[in-house]
Nanobody, 126 residues
Framework: VQLQAFGGGLVQAGGSLRLSCAAS????????VGWFRQAPGKEREFVAS????????KYEDSVKGRFTISRDNAKGTVYLQMNSLKPDDTAVYYC????????????????????WGQGTQVTVSS
């Protein structure tokens, strides 16, 4: 399975971006998917995750109310809508997937995911 994350870019504080994550080689419809980010000099941190049916989601506290994770299993794509962006959101954003037998599984730790995308840079200017 190869994941591709795209949609990053440069945006001013308060602006919005939508990231997308798509897979080749295997559909994402049977997988939980998570978004993580890594800023320079910092560890990779959890942002949001979604169960395979899309009914269960989880967010890191600092993005609650600003970011929304969703998925379109017909298109095999998971999205991260990011609104009210702040300079602290600047990072490389990665999507990751894990085959999941349960609709309710929404892992929050990197070690729980088997497949990773290459990352997309998000830069928020003040």
């Amino acid at each position: 399975v190869q994941l591709q994350a795209f949609g990053g870019g440069l945006v001013q504080a308060g602006g919005s971006l939508r990231l997308s994550c798509a897979a080749s080689g295997r559909t994402l419809s049977s997988s939980a998917v998570g978004w993580f980010r890594q800023a320079p000099g910092k560890e990779r941190e959890f942002v949001a995750s979604i169960g395979k049916s899309g009914t269960v989601t989880k967010y890191e506290d600092s993005v609650k109310g600003r970011f929304t994770i969703s998925r379109d299993n017909a298109k095999g794509t998971v999205y991260l809508q990011m609104n009210s962006l702040k300079p602290d959101d600047t990072a490389v954003y990665y999507c990751a997937s894990r085959y999941s037998p349960s609709n309710r599984e929404v892992p929050t730790t990197p070690g729980r995911y088997a497949y990773w995308g290459q990352g997309t840079q998000v830069t928020v200017s003040s």
